[in-house]
């Protein structure tokens, strides 16, 4: 009987990955468990031709299947390429240090894979890929008796396989009910298909992957028990599979922790990916995050609207207001210590100002990636004709600028999208993003829509009551000669922004009174000439004096605000805890 070595491993896994990419379509057009996002193709693709491409090839079975496992973690996408690499990582782990293995020891180490999947599992669902993958084990060691070649030993147990993947509509309601098969298994139906290739001697062609996102409908009623798909890759030097599993379970499910020598990847579902990182940084450095809202990304293919609002994580405004009315978030980075996180996603304030007092150098944002802006975009526009983005201040932050790069391309194509500097940040930014919401669900058209705001943006103040200059002098945005004079003379300082959207000292006072006492007699200054249209209050962990504002202010104004809300991380990181802000449209 033949053997496998490193070679025959690497093939077996290129072959595969070949069959996947050519019915990447069908994969994403058939998922719908455990949301119908249609991403399952591209996920499965993106594991799997991480392999391909990073994995190094050495005539030794075992040493090809270190560095594949160690690729799979690295490049494990989505929930069907995460447990995919949790079968990679099962089979290294019952890997004996061979140049080559037999049938029989490859069978031995395709069932303690499994068993070592299911392990790993918080909750496991028959019906999936992973019935697929242990039937097919199963099959591998039914037919050992039977077979006389690597061929027909593959062929056969490839056959059980197919019967199991069948079954899978029966096994799971929603399948049964799309009449589909599980979409993670037929890729790795796809993927055995691909090995039978390569021992049958069959040439195949090298077949490149561009990512697309498919448009489709599917018959999904199913209630999502958690909002965010979180996914997590962290470099540890001492941690334990079950002591990981136990500390992200409170947190949400369909969890899985893979393993590997030096760096474990996490995918779980939760509706707080905050808590599920900062529960991460105990064991390790995080090398990358990802989060993707799946209620908001169902509610935007269901959308009967033709057009969308998009913002980024620096307009302050109520975030349930946000998914209601499927407005699109692009979120801020802010990197602490060479790791990157998530504004309003992966991070909060509590946390943040946590990190800061144990940290070296403070915190910094930057800009989206110029992949994040595309993906974002490309996926809106499978969706609405037009796309209204209205975006912190351009003199605050680079973002105005990389996502008006991008989308003019988008423009150049045809299509329909208006992006607006809007001057502001904060709260103000937050009514603005309000006002066209409203206008949106009032009839208005997208150029109506932009206009509006163009012209609105023009009336709006925002006041930002410091209660010290030590955050903005640490962020650099003011001098560290100013920022020392006024921490060492307990100055408080008011911030406003200019016209344009520059930052820009209004006042000082050395009184949290003070401050107040200045920032209403502007207020009813400014009313004498014109009426307030509409305001936010904002705070970072200060929600006593947000209350005291909220009282003096609608006494005031009249009103109530429009919203209250907690600043983001990105503004916090200049403004500093205690902050209260309001902000302000003015008729």
Known sequence: MEHINGKDLYQMFNYGTNFVIQERKLLNDINVFPVPDGDTGNNLVHTMQTISRESKISESFHETLESISDSALVGARGNSGIIFAQFVNGMRLASINKARVSIDEFTEMALNSVKHIYSSLSNPVEGTMLSVIKDWAEGLKNILSKVKSIQEYFKLAFKKAELSLEKTKEQLEVLKKNNVVDSGALGFVLFLKGINSYFNDEEIEQIDFEELDIDYTHDFDELITYRYCTEGLVEYKDAKETEIMESLKPFGDSLVVVMGNHMFRIHIHTDNPELVFQALTSYGKIISQKVDDMIQDIAFKKSKKDTVIVTDSIADIDQDFLLENDVANIPINITIDDVTYYDKLTINNEILFDMIENSKEYPTTSTPTIKYINDLFSKLLLNYKNVVVILVADKLSATYKAVKIETDKLIEKGKNIFVIDSYN?????????????????????????????????????????????????????????????????????????????????????????????????????????????????????????????????????????EYTSEVSSATAIHSGKGTVAIGYIRK
């Not at 904060?426 to 705001?453: F, H, P, R």
């Not at 959207?501 to 014109?530: P, R």
């Not at 929600?543 to 009103?559: A, H, S, V």
């Open 425 to 561: 940040n904060s709260g103000a930014q937050g009514l603005l993003v309000k006002k066209a919401v409203d206008m949106l669900n009032d009839g208005l058209s997208a150029e109506e829509i932009a206009e509006n705001i163009e012209e609105m943006k023009t009336k709006t103040e925002i006041l930002v009551c410091l209660e010290t200059f030590k955050y903005a002098t640490m962020s650099g945005r003011l001098p560290k000669v100013i920022g020392k004079i006024g921490m060492f003379f307990k100055i408080r300082p008011i911030m406003t922004l200019d016209s344009k959207g520059k930052g820009s000292a209004f006042g000082f006072a050395l009184s949290q009174k003070g401050i107040t006492k200045k920032i209403v007699k502007y207020v009813k200054k400014d009313m004498e000439k014109n009426e307030i249209d509409s305001y936010s209050l904002i705070h970072c962990l200060n929600p006593e004096l947000l209350e005291e504002y909220k009282e003096i202010f609608t006494e005031i104004i009249g009103k109530e605000p």
